[in-house]
């Protein structure tokens, strides 16, 4: 046993997936199943990225690198061996909270969300470790308050490209495009 993870995308009643993961538990190989349609963005978090490349392994700068989080289980991209791909539930482009959640989470692409319970109140912290910079945003009353500090203003980045999608009325994810290059990311809708 490697250790490698196989990584199982399939929609939740799904016998013919149960029974492919019986067999990788039996030859103890571990499996991350998930229903993109159903667990993201939450319960799973997934926080990718490609390198030069292409499909090169990541050791060598190039390849799949970062992690898929399911709860307490963490796949590490750049080691998964294989990906079993079957009837996912689709992803219902049209919501309009999962959009702005990946609208949001697109302006701070780096950042980790937590929800601590602290003081008798409810915050919700968002960190970039590589930037060096934090937010909590928390109920005071009847208003919301925001805590942040580092190198990047993180909830300001996050509200200013929720702010454009919305003046631009809220377009749905089945017309947005993500561009990937050498000089970053580049997300665009109409």
């Given at each position: 046993?490697?250790?490698?993870?196989?990584?199982?995308?399939?929609?939740?009643?799904?016998?013919?997936?149960?029974?492919?993961?019986?067999?990788?538990?039996?030859?103890r190989v571990p499996v991350i199943r998930f229903d993109p349609g159903c667990d993201f963005p939450?319960?799973?978090?997934?926080?990718?990225?490609?390198?030069?490349?292409?499909?090169?392994?990541?050791?060598?700068?190039?390849?799949?690198?970062?992690?898929?989080?399911?709860?307490?289980?963490?796949?590490?991209?750049?080691?998964?061996?294989?990906?079993?791909?079957?009837?996912?539930?689709?992803?219902?482009?049209?919501?309009?909270?999962?959009?702005?959640?990946?609208?949001?989470?697109?302006?701070?692409?780096?950042?980790?969300?937590?929800?601590?319970?602290?003081?008798?109140?409810?915050?919700?912290?968002?960190?970039?470790?590589?930037?060096?910079?934090?937010?909590?945003?928390?109920?005071?009353?009847?208003?919301?308050?925001?805590?942040?500090?580092?190198?990047?203003?993180?909830?300001?980045?996050?509200?200013?490209?929720?702010?454009?999608?919305?003046?631009?009325?809220?377009?749905?994810?089945?017309?947005?495009?993500?561009?990937?290059?050498?000089?970053?990311?580049?997300?665009?809708?109409?």
């Open positions: 046993m490697d250790g490698r993870s196989v990584l199982v995308c399939t929609e939740s009643e799904d016998a013919t997936a149960d029974l492919v993961i019986t067999e990788l538990n039996r030859r939450a319960p799973v978090a997934l926080a990718a990225h490609i390198g030069t490349g292409g499909a090169v392994r990541a050791e060598s700068g190039g390849g799949w690198a970062g992690r898929l989080t399911l709860g307490k289980r963490m796949a590490d991209l750049s080691a998964v061996r294989a990906l079993y791909h079957r009837r996912p539930t689709p992803y219902p482009t049209g919501s309009g909270e999962r959009t702005a959640r990946f609208v949001a989470q697109f302006a701070a692409p780096c950042a980790q969300r937590l929800v601590l319970e602290r003081d008798g109140r409810t915050e919700h912290v968002v960190i970039d470790v590589e930037a060096g910079a934090w937010a909590v945003l928390f109920r005071d009353g009847a208003r919301w308050m925001v805590r942040q500090n580092g190198a990047v203003r993180l909830w300001d980045e996050i509200t200013g490209c929720l702010a454009r999608w919305q003046a631009d009325g809220c377009p749905p994810a089945d017309r947005m495009r993500l561009r990937v290059g050498p000089d970053g990311q580049r997300l665009t809708w109409g």
